[in-house]
């Protein structure tokens, strides 16, 4: 059973940082893709970042590439956000994502998400 959890939101203003985590109880977890999406009220949900099990892949969406890092810390189970020069625009929830990314593939196939975690930008 596939297990994650993110932490590490809540309210800054813009301009501010905040790094999200998540924890991911995977037994493969070296050998997973792991990945961000948000989604603010009202909106469909935005697949804004991912990295391949080794980091050697990663994709970045428009609205974040520049501000938003991406990284892995296999020992720990563990990958992280870097959000910097946040936005009013970027208030959403974060979710967490696992899956596989298959060589040549554009993107990984996710398939396991977690709760969320809450972001607020004030302006």
């Known amino acids: 059973q596939v297990q994650l959890v993110e932490s590490g939101g809540g309210l800054v203003q813009a301009g501010g940082s905040l790094r999200l985590s998540c924890v991911a109880s995977?037994?493969?977890?070296?050998?997973?893709?792991m990945g961000w999406f948000r989604q603010a009220p009202g909106k469909e949900r935005e697949y804004i970042a991912a990295?391949?099990?080794?980091?050697?892949?990663?994709y970045y969406a428009d609205s974040v590439k520049g501000r938003f890092t991406i990284s892995r810390e296999n020992a720990k189970n563990t990958v992280y956000l870097q959000m910097n020069s946040l936005k009013p625009e970027d208030t959403a929830v974060y979710y967490c994502?696992?899956?596989?990314?298959?060589?040549?593939?554009?993107?990984?196939?996710?398939?396991?998400w977690g709760q969320g975690t809450q972001v607020t930008v004030s302006s």
């Open positions: 990295i391949s099990w080794d980091a050697h892949s990663i």
């Open positions: 995977i037994r493969a977890f070296n050998m997973a893709a």
């Open positions: 994502a696992a899956g596989l990314w298959v060589a040549g593939d554009s993107s990984p196939d996710f398939g396991a």
